[in-house]
């Protein structure tokens, strides 16, 4: 079982910077795609960064391309999520998310975190 653990958000201004990362569980997790999802207050849940199992390929939504960049550290069976350039519409709910085949399907997910709240001030 793969348990998924988010930290690092919190209040910033608009502009400022924040580092988020996902702690995973699992002897696997190698493997796995892994990504990075939001969702604000009475919206959809939106795709925001992906990463492949050796970081070899990345996919990001238009509206955080050039100023968020997705790592992995396999090693530490960590996913990171760098946040620069940080704009009030950036404020939500972030959740890290992990499948052993790709992470396209949002209800076929296998493995969600809980979500870490990150809040813009304009």
């Known amino acids: 079982q793969v348990q998924l653990v988010e930290s690092g958000g919190g209040l910033v201004q608009a502009g400022g910077s924040l580092r988020l990362s996902c702690a995973a569980s699992g002897r696997t997790f190698s493997s796995y795609y892994m990504g990075w999802f939001r969702q604000a207050p009475g919206k959809e849940r939106d795709f925001v960064a992906a990463i492949n199992w050796n970081g070899g390929r990345k996919y990001y939504s238009d509206s955080v391309k050039g100023r968020f960049t997705i790592s992995r550290d396999n090693a530490k069976n960590t996913v990171y999520l760098q946040m620069n350039s940080l704009k009030p519409e950036d404020t939500a709910v972030y959740y890290c998310?992990?499948?052993?085949?790709?992470?396209?399907?949002?209800?076929?997910?296998?493995?969600w975190g809980q979500g870490t709240q990150v809040t813009v001030s304009s």
């Open positions: 998310a992990a499948d052993p085949t790709d992470l396209a399907i949002p209800r076929t997910i296998r493995y």
